[in-house]
């Protein structure tokens, strides 16, 4: 079954705790990417991946890093998360970037 | 002016309503229009995929490209109360490698039974 998973689903942090969201794909696509969703702004996106160590900035990567070195795997990475980094974290994955995205389930981030 | 523009709602219907949901955009070289529905707490799914101009009916969903007018729409006949969910379309030049999906903010809809 093609599937994306996140984890964690949930997590509540405190203000720079460093914090990795992982994103897993069995779908062997080579574009990976990163959206936050917020209410009023919709979905923004935050980095994406064309290909393994190949990883470029979104419309909102501040604070933000990610790696990718395996094809199946695209971390997200909040080095010291403040508040404003609270939202609801997606990772897609299609077979290019224009094409139909695959959203994983969502991770639910408080940072307090 | 945003490139692409989504009443956001909340748009709520009886049960067996049609229901029309509508985005403009402004970048006349969009092709590829594509209407996603998000269930609460879950993430995006693809719903309908259209190329350029023109209907594309499947079964009680039916999308609607018009480019002279910029303007998308995604009619969803004899609504009920399992549609409710947020609707964002999507749209990108050519579908592939060129450029990224813009998204818009999304419509809520509630189908009340």
Known sequence: ?112 | QKEVEQDPGPLSVPEGAIVSLNCTYSNSAFQYFMWYRQYSRKGPELLMYTYSSGNKEDGRFTAQVDKSSKYISLFIRDSQPSDSATYLCAMSLDGGSQGNLIFGKGTKLSVKP
Request: hydrophobic share 30%; net charge positive.
């Open chain 1, 1 to 112: 079954e093609a599937q994306v998973t996140q984890n964690p689903r949930y997590l509540i942090t405190v203000t720079g705790k460093k914090l990795t969201v992982t994103c897993s794909q069995n779908m062997n696509h080579e574009y990976m990417s990163w959206y936050r969703q917020d209410p009023g702004l919709g979905l923004r996106q935050i980095y994406y991946s064309m290909n393994v160590e190949v990883t470029d900035k979104g419309d909102v990567p501040e604070g933000y890093k990610v790696s990718r070195k395996e094809k199946r795997n695209f971390p997200l990475i909040l080095e010291s998360p403040s508040p404003n980094q609270t939202s609801l974290y997606f990772c897609a994955t299609s077979l290019r970037p224009a094409d139909t995205q695959y959203f994983g389930p969502g991770t639910r981030l408080t940072v307090l």
